[in-house]
């Protein structure tokens, strides 16, 4: 009897998953590719790898609960090919990814494919709109900026919502199945978040109900707010697949209060689709001017900024909850972000990797968009003053009681919130008072905003 394998990558997940849905009724091998290279490669990151492997311990959970299972391959895609070939396979069913390297491989995978005449058959899924390529200006060109794409991307019809297939065909006796890593295989204490969220559908099924009936109504005035924990935190799940993009969005109500939520989900369409469209953005300035020009290199400025010690007590909260949770909020990403690239003046690919190593939902697309957006060298272009933001009125601004600063700096937990922008204006004795040396319990300023801001401006209106 010839069978079908439904490769599982980024798409760990049963409900909406168009690649199993076809496949359910004939002769089904769940597989995935345990590729040592991604487990282990420059850009691997502990806290992902241990997401994975949570993710794919449900997955396989859900295979069994409808007859199947999970069939774990070690090795690359010629050991996909290799098995195919030994258990008479005919198709290879996989869920269509839009980064360069995912593109390159499956290129790769479906000329093995040919050789040896399996049918290498890709599905939508990853995204909210199927044919997000197609979404052009009047004149066929793509998008450059976000607005007008998502005004195009907000009409593209959509696909129906899948179900989870009720009944898969048993896996073989004949066929091993394979056991996961451990953890202790892929991912190093050191860069382990101890508050990471947990991997896997049934946990992102839960929380995409818990955000949809208590939290996305206020999400257009929270969505920005520190101190509250008002986003969906749906982004690692996404990024694994352990939830469809399409069905959270097919869940989204007209009221002009999901509006908001609705279009940050098209800000992960858009990433993607540029990366599809610029694949070199992954190693270069989208905008030529910017390409090739010298940053400011300096170590100890880096690691001050990496290790949560720069003085501004807004960056260095947000550098906290990223080592201790994996996760950062978004309006906090920004902050660091223009601190990095516009305060200190180092290259946005620092903070890329930096942020590749820690998030959980660490994502090539997005990680990539929103540094380039943030350092001024992207797409979707603005006046850099725009995105160089001062972090004291940022921390005013969006975290006005100063929760979001005194949970992750404890230090400053009895320090009054007007001083939280800029702790070294507090005379000694205010200091004594509130149990906060500036300069030994915390660090004086790395630099002077005022000033790096006039350097900043200088710098990109000379390139
Ligand atoms: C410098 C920088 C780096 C980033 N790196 C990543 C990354 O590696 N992976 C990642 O998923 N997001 C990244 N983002 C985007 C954004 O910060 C996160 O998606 C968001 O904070 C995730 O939290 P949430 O799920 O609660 O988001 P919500 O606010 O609940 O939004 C819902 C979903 O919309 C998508 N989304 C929201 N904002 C954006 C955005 N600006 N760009 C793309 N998609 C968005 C995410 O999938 C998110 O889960 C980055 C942003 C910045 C400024």
Redesign the pocket.
Same mark, same amino acid.
């Given at each position: 009897m010839t069978k079908t394998i439904v490769w599982f990558r980024n798409d760990l997940r049963i409900h909406d998953h168009p690649a199993l849905h076809a496949a359910a009724g004939k002769d089904v091998l769940p597989v995935f590719l345990l590729d040592q290279t991604l487990l282990t490669s420059g850009r691997h990151s502990a806290n992902r790898n241990r997401f994975l492997i949570e993710s794919l311990k449900d997955l396989r959970e859900s295979l069994k609960s409808i007859g199947s299972n999970l069939i774990i391959l070690d090795g690359d895609v010629q050991t996909l090919i290799d098995f195919s070939k030994k258990h008479d396979v005919t198709k290879i069913h996989y869920s269509i990814d839009y980064t360069p390297y995912a593109r390159k491989r499956d290129a790769a995978v479906k000329q093995l494919c040919d050789d040896a005449s399996i049918d290498f058959v890709g599905y939508p899924g990853r995204l909210a709109v199927d044919s997000v390529k197609d979404i052009v200006t009047k004149s066929s060109q793509a998008y450059k900026v976000f607005t007008p794409f998502y005004r195009n991307w907000s009409e593209v019809s959509r696909r129906d919502v899948l179900p989870a297939p009720k009944q898969l065909s048993a896996v073989p006796q004949s066929v091993a199945i394979g056991s996961l890593p451990t953890l202790k295989d892929v991912a190093d204490d050191l860069h382990l978040s101890p508050d990471a969220a947990a991997g896997g559908e049934s946990t992102a099924r839960r929380r995409m109900k818990d955000?949809l009936d208590n939290d996305v109504t206020s !999400?257009i005035n929270n969505?920005n707010d520190l101190g509250v924990d /008002?986003?969906?935190?749906?982004?690692? !799940?996404?990024?694994f697949g352990c939830l469809s993009?399409r069905e959270?969005e097919a869940q989204l109500t007209d009221a002009d209060n999901q509006a908001a939520?609705r279009r940050?989900?098209?800000?992960?369409?858009? !990433?993607h689709y540029v990366l599809l469209h610029y694949p070199d953005n992954t190693k270069q300035e989208f905008q030529e001017r910017y390409r090739g020009r010298a940053w400011t290199e300096n170590e100890d400025l880096l690691k001050a900024w990496q290790d949560a010690k720069t003085g501004y007590p807004i960056v260095d909260a947000a550098m906290t909850q990223l080592h201790k949770e994996g996760? &950062?909020?978004?309006?906090?990403?920004?902050i660091? /972000?223009s601190f990095l690239t516009k305060d200190l003046g180092i290259d946005?690919r620092s903070?890329?990797d930096h942020?590749?190593r820690w998030?959980t939902? /660490?994502? &090539?697309? %997005? %990680? %990539? /968009? %929103? $540094?380039q $957006?943030?350092a001024s060298v992207g797409v979707d272009p603005a006046p850099v003053f725009r995105r160089l933001y001062n972090p004291s009125s940022q921390q005013e601004k969006y975290d006005p009681d100063g929760n979001y600063v005194r949970r992750y700096l404890p230090v400053f937990k009895d320090v009054p919130t007007k001083y939280l922008g800029k702790p070294w204006e507090m005379t000694d004795d205010q200091q004594a008072e509130y149990g906060v040396q500036i300069g030994k319990d915390y660090p004086q300023p790395v630099v002077d905003h005022t000033q790096a801001r006039q350097r900043a401006l200088e710098w990109y209106r000379a390139n």
């Open positions: 955000f !999400y969505q /008002g986003t969906s935190r749906l982004s690692s !799940y996404l990024h993009v959270l939520f940050q989900l098209a800000w992960r369409d858009f !990433y996760w &950062m909020h978004n309006r906090a990403r920004l660091v /972000g946005w903070g890329e942020f590749l998030l939902d /660490g994502d &090539m697309a %997005n %990680n %990539n /968009g %929103n $540094w $957006w943030i």
